[in-house]
């Protein structure tokens, strides 16, 4: 029960993660929280967009495995959520507060559904 309640987190943390990278990046609160000129925003709106998706299909595999009941995908979304967030702090110590967000409930789902 923990896993999937912590899955369900991760799930939504990321798609979250979509509206804001694919919805909003360009809209004011988009640029507020990237902390970017509109100019900024408007140069990386195709990376964003396309990343956004990325959490998005992340989120859906989620909840398709709890759905299906299929641990080796949730096992592999959990990760790759896990996984990504270790990479953000590795690319820039500053986004450390992301990679809390991004990497800690799926890597307690993880955790709990190991042992």
């Not at 992301?98 to 409930?105: A, E, Y």
Request: hydrophobic residues 60%; charged residues 10%; positive net charge.
């Amino acid at each position: 029960m923990i896993t999937t309640i912590f899955a369900i987190i991760s799930a939504l943390i990321h798609i979250l993660f979509f509206t804001l990278e694919s919805v909003v990046f360009t809209k004011k609160l988009g640029r507020t929280i990237f902390r970017m000129t509109e100019e900024q925003a408007q140069a990386n709106r195709l990376f964003a967009f396309n990343q956004g998706f990325y959490n998005l299909f992340l989120a859906l595999g989620i909840f398709a495995s709890i759905s299906l009941e299929k641990e080796a995908l949730l096992i592999f979304c959990l990760s790759s959520m896990f996984l990504a967030g270790i990479v953000l702090v590795f690319s820039s110590k500053e986004l450390w507060r992301g990679t809390v967000i991004q990497s800690i409930p799926p890597l307690i789902a993880l955790l709990t559904l190991i042992f």
